[in-house]
Nanobody, 129 residues
Framework: QVQLVESGGGLVQAGGSLRLSCAAS????????MGWFRQAPGKEREFVAA????????YYADSVKGRFTISRDNAKNTVYLQMNSLKPEDTAVYYC??????????????????????WGQGTQVTVSS
């Protein structure tokens, strides 16, 4: 059984930074693309960023492009989301997710979440103004 455990969330002032981590276990982490999503209260889940299995390709939502960076350390079975210049509208529960297809040839650009078959429990990020 695959487990994804997020950490690193918290309360930060606007303009600040946080780094989220997602530790994976249960299958060969390095063979699967990963993604980050978020959900704010009363809103639908929103795609944030994706990274392919090797870490060589990334994809971002327009709302975070230039501020957030997704990366992975396959030796540590961990994917990261570095969030800089945070805004109040970034406040949400952030979830990591694992691709259902091993060694997909391209980074997942679909934002629906359908390509991901395992999800973490989420970590809260709150940005105060």
């Amino acid at each position: 059984q695959v487990q994804l455990v997020e950490s690193g969330g918290g309360l930060v002032q606007a303009g600040g930074s946080l780094r989220l981590s997602c530790a994976a276990s249960g299958r060969t982490f390095s063979s699967y693309a990963m993604g980050w999503f978020r959900q704010a209260p009363g809103k639908e889940r929103e795609f944030v960023a994706a990274i392919n299995w090797s870490g060589g390709n990334t994809y971002y939502a327009d709302s975070v492009k230039g501020r957030f960076t997704i990366s992975r350390d396959n030796a540590k079975n961990t994917v990261y989301l570095q969030m800089n210049s945070l805004k109040p509208e970034d406040t949400a529960v952030y979830y990591c997710a694992a691709d259902r297809t091993p060694k997909r040839s391209t980074v997942v650009t679909s934002t629906s979440g359908y390509e991901y078959d395992y999800w973490g429990q989420g970590t809260q990020v709150t940005v105060s103004s």
